[in-house]
């Protein structure tokens, strides 16, 4: 499995100091909070109700246990 990360970079920041804390990055095919297929191959949201593509993420978004 790969897994996505978010990584906060300025400019003043040095490459020894970017991994601090990632946060992951789930995509709504993997998360927990989807609710179900709505049109045209979309996944329903849990937590705003609103339709995205399997591909897309939110900072809200949690892995699903497998």
Sequence with gaps: MIREYIIKISDEIIEEEIADRPQELVR???CRNKECMG???Q???GITGEQHAPDWYCKDG???ER
């Design 28 to 30: 709504c095919q993997g």
């Design 43 to 45: 996944i329903v949201c």
């Design 62 to 64: 949690e892995r699903e």
């Design 39 to 41: 049109r045209g191959g």
